[in-house]
């Protein structure tokens, strides 16, 4: 059974930063889109960002593009999130997803899967 597990939420000063992590299972990592979306408090779902597929490839939205960045340890079938500089803007539940990789550019429309989530909250 496919599962992910996010896991490293919690309570940073504005500019600190986190690492989120998504522990998966039952599936190869290598062959599968994992992408990150966030819910803030009375706002709607937004994507954060994805890894495309095996190739590593990974796309940002404009409101973290140079302040996060998403990476992956096969190894440990795990997926990260660092973020850095956090704004109070950031505070939401951080989601992990994951869906068969379709392409090797552009992120999947559309998750098949989706992890219980993990709080941050950017607060001073």
């Known amino acids: 059974q496919l599962q992910l597990v996010e896991s490293g939420g919690g309570l940073v000063q504005p500019g600190g930063s986190l690492r989120l992590s998504c522990t998966t299972s039952?599936?190869?990592?290598?062959?599968?889109?994992i992408g990150w979306f966030r819910q803030g408090p009375g706002k709607e779902r937004e994507w954060v960002s994805c890894?495309?597929?095996?190739?590593?490839?990974?796309n940002y939205a404009d409101s973290v593009k140079g302040r996060f960045t998403m990476s992956r340890d096969n190894a440990k079938n795990t997926v990260y999130l660092q973020m850095n500089s956090l704004k109070p803007e950031d505070t939401a539940v951080y989601y992990c997803?994951?869906?068969?990789?379709?392409?090797?550019?552009?992120?999947?429309?559309?998750?098949?899967?989706w992890g219980q989530g993990t709080q941050v909250a950017v607060s001073s």
């Open positions: 890894i495309t597929d095996s190739s590593g490839r990974t």
């Open positions: 997803t994951a869906t068969p990789a379709l392409s090797a550019t552009d992120c999947p429309p559309r998750y098949d899967y």
């Open positions: 039952g599936f190869i990592l290598d062959y599968f889109a």
